[in-house]
């Protein structure tokens, strides 16, 4: 079974950047879409960037384009989440997650899934 564990989370100013990471372990994952999700206390899951680890197609939510950068590196089996010009209404907890890879489109949707990581905090103080 795939296991995903994160890293990499804080506290940072306004401003600020972090970098998150996502080991993969379990099973290899050239055929899998790698994602990048948050949740603010009372909010809803929100999906936040994904990429396709076979090519490194990716996608980005509106709220984080040109912000963040999402990158995987097939060695180490790990998916980064580069996030700078960080700002209080990035605060939350940060999931990856991960599903095998069906059609041209990658999933944006948290519910379709399969594997998912505990969580990092961060938090961004202005």
């Known amino acids: 079974q795939v296991q995903l564990v994160e890293s990499g989370g804080g506290l940072v100013q306004a401003g600020g950047s972090l970098r998150l990471s996502c080991v993969a372990s379990g099973r290899t994952f050239s055929a899998f879409d790698m994602g990048w999700f948050r949740q603010a206390p009372g909010k809803e899951r929100e999906f936040v960037a994904v990429v396709r680890w076979s090519g490194g197609r990716s996608v980005y939510a509106d709220s984080v384009r040109g912000r963040f950068t999402i990158s995987r590196d097939d060695v180490k089996n790990t998916v980064y989440l580069q996030m700078n010009n960080l700002e209080p209404e990035d605060t939350a907890v940060y999931s990856c997650?991960?599903?095998?890879?069906?059609?041209?489109?990658?999933?944006?949707?948290?519910?379709?899934?399969?594997?998912w990581g505990q969580g990092t905090q961060v938090t961004v103080s202005s």
């Open positions: 997650a991960a599903r095998h890879s069906i059609g041209f489109t990658l999933a944006t949707s948290g519910s379709i899934y399969d594997y």
